[in-house]
């Protein structure tokens, strides 16, 4: 006689185990609720990261078998479809930490000006929450994650008080700064989650600079090593590797009731219950989750009667431009690799008086690869003309004095920026596919002009020299890897999919904490604000199962 | 993220967007650039360059031989060992070998050309003729607004190989730490920021 057991149901599923989910999963153990999350790839070996591998060093260690670890999902293993001549570049991590595992690390609040730009210019809606309701968790993740950063609070980045102290600026960037004052153009101390102290038990930064091939030191924030361990000590989280999940299920009531997944390797379909389900599978995977999870009570999606599931992708447009500064040519080569980015940010700033601007919302500027390259000669030096001894004279003598600036700017959320689902293309799983459509209008157009007049005047104000300069050339579509917008927070059901506590308006069991519940991108870097929401969203979940509300 | 975490794809695609709407290089120059830049940090294209029964895999032996006399005239040996001695051409074969098949192509069309160019200049192909030849040749060809342009793959082919030889020299032992003067350390207790006071004031 078979006997058959009821399935287990789980308290909590979480869905993604990167900032957003990572955290969730954290937060829920810590309240002594159990969890059990899904990632859809497999744990990182952190002792076999290639952070301290110089390139020519490679070759014994391919001889000896090993292999850099692989973080990056393939699209011949998960295609996504994207318009004929519209390409946007989608970059996924698979795996226990997710993007935190490369991310860049920087670490900028949302302000006030942020979260109601919408009141303001009356584009798409503003957040359902204030700064001051955030606050809060912003001081409670900088405290956990260990962010560097200045005293310099602004209207645009307030809130610095427990940020460690920030790496002095190098040779380029003094001179950025120096010309930058000069015009009257804000420069700070870059905020990023490099820690500069002993935090948590984890060494400081040792400033190798090579924070992109994952750091195996755990000396930036990545949730693989910050949340999941410690969530693990607690005894209530499981962790399922490798578990793809393709649909949630539904009850007759419309409810979640748990998930489909599929074994990454073997293609096995599966099922786990849940009462409640958390998800954290990244902007535009979650999106297609949720669309691809239809039912009779639910035909549009789950939870998307408002239809705005998918709609209003926002991003973010860039411009890169490299230049030399002739002062610092021929100077000595420097190690001044640092935290593995730039030391200084430059805040928005065209809303201040005295400002005009004939474009809605705002651009903020990064300076990427300023200093001596630590992986060969800065991609500039091709640029420079001739060859033989002058060139790789030249080359020297360049080498201490590169400098980039990089603005990132808000692209407004638009209706018909939108990830869809094509049920006849669908991937190994039989899931269909994620389609992205999105575009830029003549908001961003108007930005990028007066993106390019900012590099220009910082340029000639610094006294450097832009090399191949090539003014308003946007970087790809999708590069900037800040997707937000697809599943929006809001205050009213009818124009967002989820509430003020990012769980779902029609679907009350269902919580979505990644990127996708940003209403709109603003110019800054995400994660730091997925993480405050993502806590604060699992605290009120907490609260709601002690109150017997889920 | 930041551009340390940029794929090949990526920033191929980056380069391909910023190509179409400038007048710059060709897209297979483009495109093999940011494929060189790349490849630097890829384990087998390292393993190839430092293989001990290295043979080409897409040059023949003239190609290779021809390769070797360019890459070293782009940056020789000064007072620091030049492209040659750091196998430059190897690593050039590895980009050609992972390259798109049209890249590939084109490299290789450019790279006959130099030798019918010195054919019909010198009366010999390029690796037959001497060094005041071969300079004169890659002069004209790198002169900016160059007005022998006889044939623009030429100029695109000279742009292809010395991104690729800077690519593959400067992540050298030799290029980054013996000739750009990098220290190499890589665990350091504090940053090292600028201490000039007269690039603040």
Redesign the interface.
Known sequence: MQIIRPPEVHPVIVIGSGASGGMAAWNLTQHGINVLLLDAGDKFDRSKFWTHVQPWEAQERVARGERPPQFFLDTKEQPYLTPEGRPFDLTRVWGHGGKTNVWGRVSLRYSEMDLKAAERDGWEIPWPISYAELAPYYDRVEQLIGVCGGTDDSEVLPGSKFLQPPPAPRCGERLLEKGMHKVGIPVVAGRRANMTRRTRGFPACHYCGNCGAGCDTASFFCSADHLLPEAMQTGRLEIRSNAVVGRILTDENGLARGVQYFDRHTGAERQALAQVIVVGASCVDSTRLLLNSKSERHPNGLGNGSDVIGRYLCEQIRLNATGFFPVLAGTATRNDRGIGGEHIYMPRFNHRPGRKRDYLRGFGAQFWNTGASTSGAHAGSERIPGFGAALKREIKRRHPAWFEIHPFGEVLPYAHNRITVDPARVDKYGVPLAKIDYQIGDNERKMTEHMADTIEEIVQAAGGELVNYRRGQLDAMGSAIHEHGTCRMGAEAKRSALNRFNQMHEVKNVFVVDGSSFPNAAEKNPTLTILALSWRASDYLADEIKRGNL | ???????R??AL??L???AA??A?SSLWVESL?ASS?QQ??A??T??A???TDWKPTVLTAHQNQTVVILTE????E?DTP?AKATNVNRFIDRVLAVAKPGDREAFLRGLAWIDQRSQVLFGAAFAGTDAANQ?TL?TRL?T?GNPDKEDPIGLDFF?AI??MT??G?????I??RR????????????????D?PE???
């Open positions: 993220m930041d551009r340390l975490t940029v794929t794809r990526q695609r980056t391909g967007h910023a709407g400038a710059a650039s830049r630097v940090h384990p087998e390292r393993a360059v430092a293989a005239l782009i940056i020789p000064t030049g300079t890659l790198s900016e742009r010395k991104s800077i690519n020299y400067y992540s050298t032992e290029g980054l000739e750009l003067g990098d220290s190499g350390r890589l665990f350091q207790t504090v940053s090292q920021g600028c000039h690039h603040s004031n």
